[in-house]
């Protein structure tokens, strides 16, 4: 395995890629990510450690979205349990994925900790309606948006790289974040696409309520929920394109 870069161009493909598979199977992947969801906000409301445990579980669920896009791009239908294929590897590279989700609970939890000791939002006598326009809400979201970048970069590959190359937890996180910088052009031109299809759909849904607000309903729910999915999709392929198998000539994209 090593490191590919990749022309800035190959962001728009990343996107390209995410929604062709989702078109794909997209009864199957839109019900794995509802599943998902709906294990992660069970597991919420488990006392003291429900946020943790959801946190924890996200790895092992990007691992299981990315898993399902294999299957999907050659057009087979993804099994529910596909979402669980971090389990189903050897004890060790299970035991590194646990270590991969405590490492990221850990690193969430440091970064709420600290954006809430730096800038405390005032809750006291505030309705949750108050609370989130508050100047302090609105710092408190920015900050933990900034210092959650370089987390973002660390595990983005990090899944993929343990569960299919057996790269060791910490080793995982520092060579996602280097193929992330390294490859810091593609990914610009990725994020942009992503923000203009975020634009596409607000704009969407405001020539809609022109017509209804029911239409404007539906087409931003239908809209965004395509385009959360498809963007789930895409992570695997901006692993896929930013690793290259050690046998593979330079230049090669497997």
Partial sequence: ?????VPAATGITWVK????TFLKQPLALAAL???YATFAITVLIVPLAGPFLVSAFVPIATLGLMAATRVAETSEFPLPTVLFTAFRASRDRIAAMLVLGAIYAVAV????SLVALLVPVPVDGKTPAEIFQTDEFGINVILSAVFYVP???AFWHAPAL???HGVPPVKSLFFSFVACVRNARAFLVYALAWMGIVIAIVIASALAAAVSPWLSGVVFGATSTIATIAFYISIYFTFRDSFLEDEDPPGETP
């Fill in 1 to 5: 395995m090593k490191l590919n870069i």
């Fill in 17 to 20: 890629l995410g929604l062709r």
């Fill in 33 to 35: 990510v509802f599943m």
């Fill in 162 to 164: 343990v569960h299919w």
């Fill in 151 to 153: 987390v973002s970069l």
């Fill in 109 to 112: 939890y440091a970064i709420a």
